[in-house]
């Protein structure tokens, strides 16, 4: 069983920046998908990036583009999600996502929030 351990959130204002980042209990090397995703308060949780190695892609959902970057270091066993541009709409906890051999874990969260 994999342990996710998301790091990195905390308050900013609207503009600020905040680096997540997604520890694995284990390595991460042969995952080819791990994605970060979001649940604002009263709404469901949503996609936000996804980084895949085969093929090597990364993705984006539209309300991000531009602003947030994900990426993994495969050594560190550790996926980022740089966020710059924070709206207070970002404000929400994150949490990152991997399927391994057919299970899908979650961690338990950062909360990010945004002051206007």
């Known amino acids: 069983q994999v342990h996710l351990v998301e790091s990195g959130g905390g308050l900013v204002q609207t503009g600020g920046s905040l680096r997540l980042s997604c520890a694995a209990s284990?390595?991460?090397?042969?995952?080819?998908?791990i994605s970060w995703h979001r649940q604002a308060p009263g709404k469901q949780r949503e996609l936000v990036a996804v980084t895949r190695t085969v093929p090597r892609t990364t993705t984006y959902a539209d309300f991000v583009k531009g602003r947030f970057t994900i990426s993994r270091d495969n050594a560190k066993n550790t996926v980022y999600l740089q966020m710059n541009g924070l709206k207070p709409e970002d404000t929400a906890d994150y949490y990152c996502y991997i399927n391994q051999a057919g299970r899908g874990y979650w961690g338990q969260g950062t909360r990010v929030t945004v002051s206007s």
């Open positions: 284990e390595s991460i090397s042969s995952i080819i998908t």
